[in-house]
């Protein structure tokens, strides 16, 4: 299994997709401290009595939308890319197990989305926290930078679960189009839908979107988005964990009855 892994990893370290797919989530690092600094900067030019009605939604969890369809995008392109080129061909029969492949791969892709989403949201909030400094902006955090640490660990879950479901959607559809459709349908497309549920299923329906999981496992809620905010800390990993297994476990099995 190790050979596995270490093939798979140079496969995706590779490939130029992964490469633009950071880059981007870089410049949007930048972008969020660009903002960071406009803010500032209207804040700084508003008299005492419209500050307190400026608000500005929390700069890290912007970044984990835009990074979560990065990754999932790049989880879909790191299958369906096989298939285009014919290399999955080639891998499945140096690995006739194609569990072994899919598992590889979901081990790298994750390891990359956690590690590079972690590292993203962090550094936009030390930025943020930066560039605003002592500013009572709505929407900026007040607590010390280690106490928001929970919420960031969650929010780099939520950008994994994302790069994983692409990957799964990529393995079951063979198609990049198809699947970054489906991606994009869960990422933005449902949660615009049921924000216009009506109530009560809006919220309980809300709450268990994949966007809105990162909130509630740090139990802080989605006070800034479409989502809900009912689960407990531990459903909301449940469901998270529901999320990649259910997801796994189809990929599996189309893969085990088709041909490359």
């Given at each position: ?6 093939a798979e990893?140079r496969?995706?370290?590779s ?11 870089a410049?949007?690092?930048g ?15 508003l ?15 912007l ?6 369809l990065?990754?999932?995008?790049l989880?879909?392109?790191?299958f369906?890319?096989?298939?285009g ?5 080639l ?16 081990a790298?892709?994750g ?5 590079c ?10 930025l943020?926290r ?5 500013r ?9 930078f280690?106490?928001?640490l ?12 994302f790069?994983?479901?692409?990957l ?10 198809a ?18 549920v ?6 309980r ?7 809105a ?6 139990g ?14 531990l459903a909301?990993?449940?469901?998270t ?13 189309a ?6």
């Amino acid at each position: 299994m190790t050979d596995v892994l270490a093939a798979e990893w140079r496969k995706l370290w590779s490939a130029r997709s992964t490469r633009l797919v950071l880059a981007v989530v870089a410049a949007s690092v930048g972008l969020m401290a660009l903002l960071a600094w406009y803010a500032a900067n209207l804040w700084d030019g508003l008299p005492p009595a419209r500050r307190s009605t400026m608000g500005l939604a929390p700069l890290p969890g912007l970044l984990e939308w835009i990074a979560s369809l990065c990754f999932a995008v790049l989880g879909v392109i790191s299958f369906t890319g096989e298939y285009g080129t014919g290399m999955i061909r080639l891998t499945f029969t140096a690995m006739p197990s194609r569990r072994s492949v899919l598992a590889a791969k979901a081990a790298v892709v994750g390891a990359l989305a956690l590690a590079c989403g972690l590292a993203a949201v962090a550094a936009t909030s030390l930025l943020g926290r930066a560039i605003i400094g002592g500013r009572t902006m709505r929407g900026q955090p007040t607590e010390p930078f280690l106490q928001e640490l929970p919420q960031l660990g969650a929010m780099g879950l939520s950008i994994t679960t994302f790069a994983l479901l692409g990957l799964f959607a990529g393995a079951i559809a063979r198609s990049t189009a198809a699947a970054v459709a489906v991606l994009v349908a869960i990422w933005y497309v449902i949660p615009i839908v049921v924000n216009n549920v009506p109530a009560p299923w809006d919220e309980r329906l809300g709450s268990v979107l994949p966007g809105a999981l990162a909130g509630q496992m740090a139990g802080t809620g989605n006070p800034y988005s479409v989502g809900g905010s009912l689960l407990s800390p531990l459903a909301a990993l449940a469901v998270t964990a529901a999320y990649v297994l259910v997801p796994y476990g189809l990929a599996a099995a189309a893969l085990s009855r088709r041909d490359a």
